[in-house]
Nanobody, 125 residues
Framework: QVQLVESGGGLVQAGGSLKLSCAAS????????MGWFRQAPGKEREFVTT????????YYTDSVKGRFTISRDNAKNTVYLQMNSLKPEDTAVYYC??????????????????WGQGTQVTVSS
């Protein structure tokens, strides 16, 4: 079992920055690819970014490329999401997710085994 707890959300003006953290409990954190998804009101939960278990590869949805950066510290069982140049359309609940890293399925919500409770990010215009 893996438990995930997100933190770092809040209210920020457009153009500002936030850094989200996701702390994982349980063993074998380094076996999991870690992802961030988000869900805006009235919309489906969507993929944002993923980092592979050894941080060799990262994947981003097009709308956040060049603005968001995912990283991880396997010694601290933590994954981070640095969000810069935030836009009002980034407003959503952001969820951390974990999947055993078998080399694929990173963009697909249904392949993730564990989810956090989510943290609200609100970007004002």
């Amino acid at each position: 079992q893996v438990q995930l707890v997100e933190s770092g959300g809040g209210l920020v003006q457009a153009g500002g920055s936030l850094k989200l953290s996701c702390a994982a409990s349980g063993r074998a954190f380094s076996s999991y690819a870690m992802g961030w998804f988000r869900q805006a009101p009235g919309k489906e939960r969507e993929f944002v970014t993923t980092i592979t278990r050894s941080a060799t590869h990262t994947y981003y949805t097009d709308s956040v490329k060049g603005r968001f950066t995912i990283s991880r510290d396997n010694a601290k069982n933590t994954v981070y999401l640095q969000m810069n140049s935030l836009k009002p359309e980034d407003t959503a609940v952001y969820y951390c997710a974990a999947k055993l890293d078998s080399g694929g399925g990173y963009y697909t919500r249904g392949t993730y085994d564990y989810w956090g409770q989510g943290t609200q990010v609100t970007v004002s215009s």
